[in-house]
């Protein structure tokens, strides 16, 4: 049985740069109408030689994630019609590694705003033993995979705000913070959601989390994130919550929000 799991690549990707099988790097790419070539590396860490393949997949932002994207959508979204891909077939020895190059096609020119579609790199079935309550075995054939972002980008702008903000508290009983990024541009946002407090009684400032990684899509109306705080109680004060940009975004503040924090009652 073999099984192609699009969420799992989704989550591979925006977790990790590794999967089971293979190491990938960058973890998303960014092309317009100056920077038309971008390279993705794809690392062989098994003792295994590996079979590989590197196609198309266009994928839906959502709150929590992605999804499929629906036949209307990738006509707006998808920017696998602008893309050459080479090669799309790959074989790996033991610790080798190979180079991907996405090119946006010569004499194209972007369109307004922003396309996007997932570089999704598959490597041939391993075999998996997977344990059933009893003591008898199954064995199932499972295509490691990851997807990673790959935008073309023409005119517009990427800006976005912090909405819902709210201070909860996990299974443990210690804060976090939740919250949502809504894009307001043509263009996706990148970066990191920092959260720092500055207590009421000595001043003192401290970073309470980051989060890395934080992308806001426009196909997507608000994408939602926790940051674990690990505290109990944070008492008096003030807590900032910041979404600075990275890579491109690099030194780019989309929004900050502060808060009043009243002391425990």
Known sequence: MRRTLISLFAALAAASPAAADMVVSPLRQVLDAEQREATVVVSNPTPRILDGRASWIDLAATPLGYENASA?????????????????HFQLEPGARVEITVKVRDGALPPIGER???????????????R???DSGLQVDIDPGVSIPIMLRGPGSARAEIADTKLLRDTDGLLLLST???PQGEHSTFGRLV?????KSDGEKKTLAIRENVAGYPDAEMRLFEL?????SLGAGKLTLRYEGAGEYDGVVFDERRFEIAPPQ
Do not use: C, D, Y
């Open 72 to 88: 209307n959508l990738r006509e707006t979204i998808s920017a696998a019609p602008w893309f050459t891909l080479q090669p799309a």
């Open 116 to 130: 996007r579609s997932h570089l999704l790199i598959e490597t041939e079935a391993t075999r998996t033993l997977m």
């Open 132 to 134: 059933k309550a009893s």
């Open 180 to 182: 949502a990024i809504e």
């Open 195 to 199: 959260a720092s407090f500055v207590s």
């Open 228 to 232: 674990p705080l690990g505290f109990f």
